[in-house]
């Protein structure tokens, strides 16, 4: 595996991120743009861009705060995140549009991207993509405190609740209860949507209403794992 860019790459800020592309700089395809999972980073996708078409364009990259990119001293917020990635894709010469590729909670920020610059998102591929109200779902299911609850129900409430309260103790101190919103709002009309099957549950709580704009094309899930996928792209039965 031997990426065509990998480098630290300054913003206007002067703050370096990481980004690593393979492929050729001109190609007639969209750009694949991978969105890795809450606190993961860039190499998390080095075995499928390596198994990409050689005149395919794929890039990866650290979200502020994780991998090696920096973080700036401001608290992070959903807007700066989206800003910071449009600048890096700028800085590093990736040109539109972009097929936002993305696993887990990494689909949020995929979604937050698309809102911003829907005329940049050809379109979206979602590996095990995670429900944006399932945080929401889960403290619904765990409500409030009641006498004599199990253990267990009140250490998660409060986990949850801490979790959810403090984004600084996410990686990259992302506000998760504001990007989950964000991907909520999104529209992605007649752009396209693919859904993968994960190789593991996902642990999708809740119905979603997340207007993604189409039916979505959902690759070999098992039943109750298409249905939190359906909730997660906003199609209907």
Known sequence: FEPALDARVALPDGRLQHIVCTGPEATPHPVVLFEADLGRAAGTWAAVQASLPDDVRACAYDRPGTGSSERGSAPATVDGDVADLHALLA???????????????????A???????????????????????????LRAVLGEPVDGEPTAVTLSRASLDAFLSA???????????????????????????????????????????????????????????????????????
């Open 167 to 237: 984004p600084d103790a996410t990686p990259g101190g992302v506000d998760l209860r504001a990007l989950s919103a964000r991907a909520v709002s999104l529209d992605l009309g007649d752009r396209p949507l693919v859904l993968l099957e994960p190789a593991r549950s996902a642990g999708v709580l809740g119905a979603a209403e997340s207007p993604l704009g189409r039916e979505p094309r959902t690759v070999g899930a098992p039943s109750r794992w298409q249905a939190a996928q359906r909730a997660l792209s906003g199609a209907q039965d």
């Open 111 to 137: 979604a937050a991207y698309a809102g911003a610059y829907p005329d940049e998102v050809a379109g979206a591929v979602f590996s095990e993509g995670v429900s944006p109200t399932r945080d929401a779902a």
């Open 91 to 109: 800085a590093a010469g990736i040109p539109a549009p972009y097929v936002m590729v993305a696993d887990g909670v990494g689909a949020w920020f």
